[in-house]
């Protein structure tokens, strides 16, 4: 068994469905057989059965996991992976302890995990939201959050505030609607909006999904208003670069390093991080950005530490010394804090993980001000686990850790609630980057004092339940369409 991490440059943090967080600092070549006498007695055979895979399973999570001493002395192996793998999460079913394991996951596939982890999907290129079409809960309505350029759906006409009713000519009902947008090709029944009433058209959009590499940063510009200059940037998902045989370049981080770069030419003294719809991911882009916009930081401030579990920390402290669990900032050259008293982040329950950690990390240094709604509460990151020898062809991705910010909070499991709250619309969403739009418009209106268009209420209409977000399918974020009811194992 081998597990397929980096100790600290390939630390994730997941994010609300699940949204991840690897870590490390250097390959590392602890073997849980060195720990875990006589439970991987089957992993060097071919996995063939449920026993082998679960063995393997079991040996890890014994090692790794963060709550490896909640893991029952025998538990089942001969169920099938994905449910014995969640009967060994730590209170996964009680929904009363927000501390408990909500974001564990599993895949049957490991190139498809890693493959999610570094933007790369089949998809369509539409993130969208669900939503019960009224109280009675008896159909759903699909609202475009946004769209990937160069995607199927750009290439549609699909925009972001775009309504559809119905996929192939069906309704989208409780139990169908999984399946009618897993379909290839998706017929979307287009509707209109008109002064907050719902119109279905007869206008359709036809597409396909492709496999597709998201780049994350989807929206940068800058503004000048009231006196300020005001550097924007929406940014969906923690991504180093595109990954080729395991290894991501730089070109993402890249690009955010040149970004930056502009906004500090262009002498931006206020900021606006969009991470609304960011689940996550790898820490060491966290890091990279934290490192772009901390006021009085460089290599020797701490950004955040890794809380891991008794076993791990005794050998890892062993066999690294002090510190191993402690990540810096480093020093950007396009770094604008100098320029900044203070930040302001756009936040949804689809902000997580790696996008929290940017709140928490940079908090010890700088005013952040949050605007829009509570984050998911992700305060733990996971590693990627799968067995190289290819033999195993799972993937999991447990929690291995805490994280904490340099005065030691790590205690906001149940999300940061904003500072100023704003719910996004459900119909009539403006472009991101329209400084109308609900959330953007807000931000402008605490940094200048002048509000530029009237702050409206939300209607009854916009109070509709949510049923799911296409974004929880992201990177880490598990599958969208996950049962209701989770079997529980004895």
């Known amino acids: 068994m081998t597990r397929n991490f980096l100790l600290r440059p390939a630390l994730l943090l997941a994010f609300s469905s699940a949204l991840l967080l690897t870590s490390c600092k250097k390959d590392t070549d602890v073997n849980p057989?060195?720990?875990?006498?006589?439970?991987?007695?089957?992993?060097t055979t071919t996995a063939t059965n449920n026993g082998s895979v679960n063995n393997w399973i079991l040996a890890n999570m014994r090692y790794y996991y963060l709550w490896n001493d909640k893991i029952l002395p025998s538990p089942d192996t001969t169920l099938?992976?994905?449910?014995?793998?969640?009967s060994l999460l730590y209170d996964w079913n009680n929904t009363a302890n927000v501390n408990r394991d909500r974001f564990s996951w599993i895949r049957e596939s490991a190139d498809e995990l890693k493959a999610s982890l570094g933007g790369q999907s089949k998809?369509?290129?539409?993130?969208?939201?669900?939503y019960y079409k009224d109280q009675a809960k008896t159909s759903i309505v699909g609202s475009v959050l946004y769209v990937l350029p160069g995607s199927p759906a750009a290439a549609a006409g699909i925009k972001r505030g775009d309504v559809f009713t119905k996929v192939n000519g069906q309704s989208l009902m409780i139990d169908t609607y999984s399946s009618l947008l897993a379909s290839d090709p998706l017929t979307l029944s287009m509707a209109s909006v008109v002064n907050g009433t719902l119109t279905e058209t007869n206008q359709t959009k036809q597409v396909s999904p492709v496999v597709f590499q998201e780049d994350p940063v989807l929206l940068d510009t800058t503004y000048t208003i009231g006196g300020k200059t005001i550097g924007y940037i929406v940014?969906?998902?923690?991504?180093?670069?595109?990954?080729?045989?395991?290894?991501?370049?730089?070109?993402?981080?890249?690009?955010?390093?040149?970004?930056?770069s502009t906004f500090k030419q262009k002498g931006v003294n206020e900021l606006v991080l969009d991470l609304r719809y960011n689940p996550g991911g790898y820490v060491s882009s966290s890091t990279n950005l934290a490192s772009l916009i901390g006021r009085n930081i460089d290599a020797s401030k701490v950004f955040y530490a890794q809380q891991w579990n008794s076993t791990v920390t005794a050998d890892y402290n062993k066999k690294y010394g002090s510190g191993w669990n402690t990540q810096n900032f480093t020093n950007?050259?396009?770094?604008?804090?100098a320029n900044l008293s203070r930040l302001f982040v756009l936040t949804t329950d689809r902000t997580a993980s790696a996008s929290e950690l940017i709140v928490n990390g940079?908090?010890?240094f700088m005013t952040v001000t949050t605007i829009g709604t509570k984050t998911t509460g992700k305060n733990v990151g996971s590693i990627t686990i799968s067995d190289n020898s290819g033999k195993i062809k799972w993937g999991m991705q447990p929690l291995t850790f805490k994280s904490a910010n340099a005065q030691g909070f790590s205690d906001y499991a149940t999300g940061f609630t904003p500072a100023v709250e704003v719910k996004e619309?459900?119909?009539?969403?403006?472009?991101?980057?329209?400084?109308?739009?609900?959330?953007?418009?807000?931000?402008i209106n605490q940094i200048t004092g002048t509000r530029l268009s009237a702050r409206r209420g939300v209607s009854a209409a916009e109070t509709l339940p949510v049923v799911a977000s296409s974004i929880d399918q992201k990177a880490g974020g598990g599958n969208m369409f996950l049962e209701r009811k989770v079997e529980s194992v004895k």
């Open 123 to 130: 998809t369509t290129g539409m993130e969208y939201k669900l």
């Open 235 to 260: 940014y969906n998902q923690f991504i180093p670069g595109i990954f080729k045989n395991g290894t991501a370049d730089k070109t993402y981080d890249n690009k955010l390093d040149n970004v930056f």
């Open 362 to 364: 940079l908090r010890p």
């Open 425 to 443: 619309p459900l119909f009539g969403m403006k472009a991101l980057g329209d400084i109308n739009e609900a959330l953007l418009g807000e931000a």
């Open 80 to 86: 099938a992976p994905d449910k014995f793998f969640n």
């Open 332 to 337: 950007k050259a396009a770094n604008v804090g």
């Open 33 to 43: 057989a060195t720990n875990t006498a006589g439970l991987l007695a089957n992993t």
